[in-house]
């Protein structure tokens, strides 16, 4: 399947979640915040959200500093 991802298309597994698409980014769940097709994705609940054909994910790395 195919999801689009901060505008480019990513490949994955069909039954894939949103932490599989950010393992494939190279991305730690830990520092990014997450949103499907519009809605916020709780930290908590990325293991379970599971990924559609064509889905639009916007994802945003938290940076530290001071």
């Known amino acids: 399947m195919e999801v689009i991802a ?5 490949a994955l597994a069909d039954g ?3 932490t599989d ?3 494939v980014l190279g991305l730690g769940e ?3 915040v997450a949103e499907r097709n519009g809605e916020a994705v709780d ?9 559609a054909e064509g889905d639009r ?3 945003v790395r938290a940076v530290a500093g001071g």
Do not use: C, F, Q, S
Not at 6 to 10: A, F, I, K, P
């Open 6 to 10: 901060n505008g480019e298309r990513v």
């Open 16 to 18: 894939a979640h949103l």
């Open 21 to 23: 698409l950010l393992t």
């Open 30 to 32: 830990k520092w990014v």
């Open 43 to 51: 930290r908590v609940d990325m293991p379970a959200t599971a990924l």
């Open 57 to 59: 994910i916007e994802l």
